[in-house]
């Protein structure tokens, strides 16, 4: 028995880095932190945009925003944000209060900040909006990206 517990011990110690191999994730922020933090620190800022039926944006998620270096590149040089097109959460943001046409969460009725941040464009799911220093926007992806595709958008 005092040996079981010994060995037990050393096996967790060895094995526990193993567990959290590839679990880098990115820092989202809400809309809410990000407004005080880009009024602090200003810097790019990344805005995810999906839908919860949207399968190319699921796969972004799983497969993409989990790529290390990805990862790395993001949390050191953006803000990261995600925004549910279809939430029907009031959103605080800009020294504005965004709020869902609705209070039921239907497919087509897209919340008032994705209408905003997507203004004269179509809603096209996955959307990635890349904003600079002072929050205005560089650049647009109204697509599946993948990880080269991404790494080229945020250089």
Same mark, same amino acid.
């Given at each position: 028995?005092?040996?079981?517990?010994?060995?037990?011990?050393?096996?967790?110690?060895?094995?526990?880095?193993?567990?959290?191999?590839?679990?880098?994730?990115?820092?989202?922020?809400?809309?809410?932190?990000?407004?005080?933090?880009?009024?602090?620190?200003?810097?790019?800022?990344?805005?995810?945009?999906?839908?919860?039926?949207?399968?190319?944006?699921? *796969?972004?998620?799983?497969?993409?925003?989990? *790529?290390?270096?990805?990862?790395?590149?993001?949390?050191?040089?953006?803000?990261?944000?995600?925004?549910?097109?279809?939430?029907?959460?009031?959103?605080?943001?800009?020294?504005?209060?965004?709020?869902?046409?609705?209070?039921?969460?239907?497919?087509?009725?897209?919340?008032?900040?994705?209408?905003?941040?997507?203004?004269? *464009?179509?809603?096209?799911?996955?959307?990635?909006?890349?904003?600079?220093?002072?929050?205005?926007? *560089?650049?647009?992806?109204?697509?599946?990206?993948?990880?080269?595709?991404?790494?080229?958008?945020?250089?």
């Amino acid at each position: 028995m005092k040996y079981f517990r010994k060995i037990s011990i050393l096996m967790i110690s060895l094995l526990y880095p193993l567990f959290h191999f590839g679990q880098e994730r990115i820092n989202w922020v809400s809309f809410e932190q990000l407004d005080s933090l880009l009024a602090v620190a200003p810097r790019e800022t990344l805005i995810f945009i999906h839908t919860d039926w949207c399968s190319y944006c699921r *796969k972004m998620e799983r497969e993409i925003f989990t *790529k290390p270096d990805l990862v790395a590149v993001i949390n050191k040089s953006y803000y990261a944000a995600q925004l549910d097109a279809e939430s029907v959460q009031k959103i605080t943001f800009d020294q504005s209060i965004w709020k869902a046409k609705s209070g039921k969460k239907r497919t087509g009725q897209y919340h008032a900040l994705a209408l905003q941040l997507l203004s004269g *464009k179509r809603m096209i799911f996955p959307s990635i909006l890349r904003f600079d220093n002072e929050f205005r926007l *560089k650049n647009i992806q109204q697509k599946y990206l993948n990880s080269k595709e991404l790494n080229d958008f945020l250089e």
